[in-house]
């Protein structure tokens, strides 16, 4: 599909943070949101698969990248495990943060789904078909609904997701942006990387100090009162003690 200018224009309007800042982030989804979705992986240039046998085509080509599941999280009733490279980083990202969070593994339900096999009430604005979104299990568990919950609706107030708690069947839908997550992911990383760079720095700084500490070092002032006055004085003390006792210990023996 080709991009259009129109197309361009709805994605600066839409995906940008000030429009995410702009609605506050809520689990309820509505026809705006999709209409959003939509209009998001149409100016990606996404394709909406039509068929199976197209969706074998995309992955051939690396557009879609299997989902195979891992410690963190798997794939549980989705007939197509693929999704778009953005998307699997942050199923990835999000089921290891999931499962520290809360103790248990991520399950995903639904990613891409061709045109021709999506569900009777899907939306016609689903993006599904392009790749672009993920079903997501309600776990059982009260803490790990919490958890998940929030970590999406943050997401989602960072422009980079929207995220929907469907009822029929009940689960999570997430449509995840693919250039905005990108972009927060690679913030991410420069951040670590740059945290790490400076408590490498303060640790090599730590282990060879500057040339006026190594002095100092070499030669320490002595202490004009304080502790290692008192320390002296407390092991003088000591010293006489233990030898006035064995002194006397001496002198009994030879007594
Ligand atoms: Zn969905």
Not at 65 to 93: H, K, M, Q
Request: proline share 7%; net charge positive; charged share 20%.
């Amino acid at each position: 599909m080709r991009r259009t200018l129109g197309a361009a224009l709805i994605l600066a309007l839409l995906a940008t943070p000030a429009a995410a800042a702009a609605s506050t982030p809520t689990l309820r989804g509505s026809h705006r949101s999709m209409i959003r979705q939509n209009a998001i992986a149409r100016a990606n240039d996404f394709t909406f698969v039509r068929s199976p046998a197209q969706v074998r085509e995309w992955v051939q080509k690396g557009r879609l990248l299997p989902l195979p599941g891992n410690d963190a999280y798997r794939v549980d009733g989705a007939s197509f495990p693929y999704a778009r490279p953005e998307i699997r980083t942050f199923v990835e990202r999000l089921s290891s943060q999931y499962l520290s969070g809360c103790g248990e593994p991520l399950v995903v339900t639904s990613a891409t789904r061709p045109l021709d096999r999506q569900p009777r009430n899907a939306s016609e604005l689903s993006v599904h078909p392009a790749g672009m979104a993920v079903d997501l299990r309600v776990s059982g568990r009260h803490d790990c609904r919490a958890w998940l919950e929030n970590a999406l609706l943050a997401l989602e107030g960072k422009g980079v997701l929207d995220v929907t708690r469907e009822r029929r069947p009940p689960h999570y839908h997430v449509a995840v942006f693919p250039q905005a997550y990108a972009k927060h992911v690679a913030a991410l990383l420069a951040d670590s990387a740059r945290k790490a760079l400076q408590a490498r720095a303060a640790a090599v700084s730590l282990a060879s100090p500057p040339p006026a500490a190594r002095r100092a070092a070499a030669h320490p002032v002595e202490s004009s009162g304080g502790e290692p006055a008192w320390v002296d004085a407390l092991a003088l003390i000591l010293t006489g003690a233990i030898a006035i006792g064995l002194a006397r210990r001496s002198q009994r023996r030879s007594g």
